[in-house]
């Protein structure tokens, strides 16, 4: 049972444009979110995080917003960038109970940005 | 800077044989995590340790085992290599504590069973 799940395996923008990659929980103890970055051959790393008490995060050309009724959040890149073409996978995990500590990650959402 | 250290960076083994990922934080972090990716799957949780003295299963843990030697060191092991355990494997470390929840991960072991 995928808890949390990226529905989009890929998406395709254009240099200046808006990205948007969506994400979807079906936890409800869920309450802190991560959005982490992958380049081949690398680790992932962090890029941004949103608790559960706020509805918006924004840093830099990144914004992250969560929707709690829906079970849903989504990052915005504005404007992309071709450097930004990587894999991006959403995380998700409680503050308390047995989840606390692990991350949930979804199956990615590979971005490409063309010039 | 080191961070998060995955050796070796690359193996191929041979359907039964053993080996062991080598895991080192240089953080001074609690925890300690080993994730596997596949495509369409994401990272798995294979196995982890919130902190020196405890290990864990995750979500994945069926043929390996794990060590957590010190604070700093975090082994998984794999008996008896099958197949199905072809993956890129992830180490992870974080704080653990309730401030933030985030990981830094290291660069991987390309890992081919055949």
């Known amino acids: 049972d995928q808890q949390v799940k990226q529905n989009s395996p890929s998406l395709s923008v254009q240099e200046g444009r808006i990205s948007i990659l969506n994400c979807d929980y079906t936890?409800?103890?869920?309450?802190?979110f991560l959005w982490y970055k992958k380049y081949p051959a690398e680790g992932p790393t962090f890029l941004i995080s949103?608790?559960?008490?706020?509805d918006k995060n924004e840093d830099g050309r990144f914004t992250v917003f969560l929707n709690k009724s829906a079970k849903h959040l989504s990052l915005h890149i504005v404007p992309s960038q071709p450097g930004d073409s990587a894999v991006y996978f959403c995380?998700?995990?409680?503050?308390?109970?047995?989840?606390?500590?692990?991350?949930?990650f979804g199956q990615g959402t590979i971005l490409t940005v063309h010039p | 800077n080191a961070g998060v250290t995955q050796t070796p960076k690359f193996q191929v083994l041979k359907t039964g044989q053993s080996m062991t990922l080598q895991c080192a934080q240089d953080?001074?972090?609690?925890?300690m995590y080993w994730y596997r990716q596949d495509p369409g799957m994401g990272l798995r949780l294979i196995y982890y340790?919130?902190?020196?003295?405890?290990?864990d299963k995750g979500e994945v843990p069926n043929g390996y085992n794990v060590s957590r030697l010190n604070k700093r060191e975090f082994s998984l092991r794999l008996e008896s290599a099958a197949p199905s355990q072809t993956s890129v494997y992830f180490c992870?470390?974080?704080?653990?504590?309730?401030?933030?929840?985030?990981?830094?991960f290291g660069s991987g072991t390309r890992l081919t069973v055949v």
């Open positions: 992870a470390s974080s704080r653990g504590d309730r401030d933030w929840y985030g990981y830094t």
């Open positions: 953080m001074n972090h609690n925890s």
């Open positions: 995380a998700a995990t409680s503050a308390g109970g047995t989840s606390y500590g692990k991350l949930t």
């Open positions: 936890n409800s103890m869920f309450d802190y």
């Open positions: 340790s919130a902190s020196e003295g405890t290990t």
């Open positions: 949103i608790s559960s008490i706020k």
